[in-house]
Structures are given as C-alpha cells and as structure tokens.
C-alpha cells in the first residue's frame, strides 16, 4: 500500500533536506501537485519543468512518485488554461496539449499514480457542458496514454471529492449515491478510484464511522486511493461565533482512525495525507486574506511552520514502521482521551472538497511573494 504525504514547497524558513528526510520517516510515497499555468507553480515555471527537481530527489531516497495535475481554478468554476490555449476540451488544440503533457510527464518521470485532474466532480456542479465537454477529452485521453503505453506501470485517476453535498447528515448514503454517480463518469477510463476526502463534517475524527473507507471501496471495483486527506492541528473560526475544535490531539487521532480503518479495506491502493510541513506566515496570511474561512489550511501539515514534529508525526512514523497498515486483529485501540466535545450543532466547516485544494490556496500566494524563496 502508498502511504503518502504531500511536498508542497511553500516554506523556505524550513530546511528542505530536513523536510526530504521527514517525508521518508513518515511515507514510503510522496504527492507532488502542480498547475497547467506556469503562474501557478513555484518558480513560474511550466507543468513538466517545475516537476523535476522533486521527482529527483524522491527517486534518489527510494520514494514512490504520485503527481497531481490541477487543471481548475481554486473555486473549481472553471478551467484554467496556459495563456497560449483557449476554450475548454471541446477544443482540438486544449486536448492535444493536455495528452502531450501526459505523455512527456509519464515518459519522462514514471510516476506510480497520476492523477490527471483534482477534485473534477466540484467543475460539474459549476459548468456543466464544460464539465462534459472535459469527460468526453479524457476518455479519448486515456485511450491515447494507454495504447501507446509510454509508462506501463503508471496507475491514472481523476480524483473526486466526497463531502456532504446536500449540507444535512455529514456523509450519508445519499452523498455516497452521489459519489457512485460522478464516479460512473469515468467507468473504464481510470485504474483507481481516487477520492478527496476531509470529513471534519463529524466535528472530531473519534465520531467518524469505522467504516468510512469501506463504504468509498464498495462502490467501485476498482482498488480505493484516498488522493489527499488531513485534518488540522490548530482551532479555527468557521464563523464570527463558532471554533472548530482542533488540536494536534485530534490530528493524530484521525491518522490514527485512517490507520485502523485503511486495515479493513482489501483493495486499498494507497493514502495520501495532504501535507508535510505548514506553510510560513506570509503564505497563510495570503491565504488567510483571500479565504478567510479557510485558515484551517495552515495548520494541516505533520510539521509546525518551523518544522518541529506535531503529534501527528508519530503517528505517521508508527503507521510507516507498520508497512502501511495494521496486520488484522491487531489493529490500534481506538485514541485517549474521549472525544472532544463540540458545540451541539457545527456550521458546515469549509472543505478542500467544498471547492479549494491546498495547492491551490497556497498559490494565491504565488501572485504576493517570489516563488523561488520557497525553495
């Protein structure tokens, strides 16, 4: 099984050797995430090129390599596209460049997983002709990527996130329904079912059913690959009124829940944590100032802002010591202390699978602060 942790290169206050040496303790995988629009990447450089240097240095520690393609703007209404292309994927000229893309990145950097496009359901909600328009050019995409077999070993997905879409009862069978049904979208045009998935909806991860994993398996058969996941380590204001009630206790409970759950699950290919290493205060203040109810983005990480191991560190490091996952019947009890105890009714928290990746948050800073500083 992956058991992955992002690098996002968005904190040149921490050493970044140190922040390689802490991903091999915590991960046998790593997911590096970039932008079509080179404005969108860390030195403004495009897609393929601003890979490079990461795919390297995971290759040289013995990584497995998971790149994420994001093609959406951070609100998921639309694509964004480099500035020489126009339209959407009813367009010959946007399809050719985005299988030339694939290709030369398959080719080239081998990655174990691709995910071709993050969170993608999210675009539907927004446009949908676009939306199919998008469908309709990955299909014949991965038609072309598979027949001429440039990485035979490489896995391709479009994630999907899962959250509580009609706002009532967290995730319900009715939210799994839906999911089965963007899911259908892609039937025999991927190789994982890959899912975005942050159910803080449950108010503390103590609450969150043991069978959350095996639910996402039941609906496809294809093997279950949890494409980003987190829970903060700080509290945050999801309203003027009302803290969520995070702490690095509840951090480290639900890696530890994903940990007992991921055990239970027979065609788990792999778990993605979303994060190393909290971004530097002037990344979040952008964030911050562009979402504000979105602070919650700042604190994910398995590393404070000045690298320092949070709580969670420890358990990643025990899940990775443990090949993945628990042998069966040795799973680990459920976490001390008892529960947090929320307010009776939680205001919905805002999601990455309410429209916002990481990545994408984090890179409203890009337009405020020079890129290369984060290396």
């Not at 993608?120 to 949908?128: F, R, S, T, V």
């Not at 072309?144 to 490489?154: A, C, E, G, H």
């Not at 999911?179 to 103590?206: E, H, M, N, R, V």
Request: proline fraction near 9%.
């Amino acid at each position: 099984m992956l058991l992955a942790v992002g690098y996002h290169p968005l904190n040149g206050q921490v050493d970044r050797n140190a922040v390689w040496d802490a991903i091999g303790q915590v991960a046998n995988a790593v997911l590096i995430q970039r932008h079509w629009r080179a404005d969108m990447n860390p030195g403004g450089l495009d897609f393929h090129a601003s890979l490079a240097e990461d795919v390297a240095e995971a290759r040289r520690r013995g990584l497995k390599v998971i790149i994420a393609f994001e093609l959406l703007a951070a609100d998921r209404r639309r694509l964004e596209l480099p500035a020489n292309l126009t339209g959407d994927f009813a367009s010959t000229d946007v399809k050719n460049a985005y299988l030339a893309l694939l290709q030369k990145a398959a080719a080239e950097y081998r990655p174990d997983v691709f995910v071709v496009n993050v969170e993608a359901n999210l675009y539907k909600k927004h446009d949908p002709q676009g939306y199919a328009n998008w469908v309709t050019g990955w299909r014949w995409t991965y038609q072309m990527l598979k027949s001429q077999n440039s990485s035979p070993s490489t896995k391709y997905c479009v994630s999907l996130s899962y959250s509580d879409y009609d706002g009532a009862n967290c995730l319900d069978p009715g939210d799994l329904v839906k999911l089965k049904l963007f899911a259908a979208d892609y039937a025999g045009y991927q190789d994982l079912l890959a899912i975005s998935l942050y159910p803080t909806c449950y108010g503390d991860p103590y609450t969150i059913p043991t069978g959350l994993l095996e639910g996402l398996s039941s609906i496809s058969s294809l093997p279950l690959f949890i494409a980003e996941t987190g829970w903060p380590s700080e509290p945050f204001q999801i309203t003027p009124d009302t803290t969520f009630p995070a702490s690095q206790e509840a951090q480290r409970a639900y890696i530890e829940k994903l940990r007992a759950m991921a055990g239970s699950v027979s065609n788990l290919a792999g778990i993605t944590y979303i994060s190393i290493v909290d971004p530097e205060d002037l990344v979040c203040q952008a964030i911050v100032q562009s979402y504000p109810a979105l602070g919650w983005y700042c604190t994910l990480s398995v590393l404070d802002k000045q690298g320092a191991p949070k709580a969670a560190y420890s358990a990643m490091k025990t899940w990775r010591g443990g090949a993945g996952s628990p042998p069966p019947g040795k799973r680990p009890p459920p976490s001390e202390p008892p529960p947090i105890e929320p307010p009776e009714v939680l205001p919905p928290v805002p999601e990455a699978g309410a429209g916002h990746s990481m990545l994408t948050l984090a890179l409203v800073a890009v337009a405020l602060y020079a890129a290369t500083r984060w290396r």
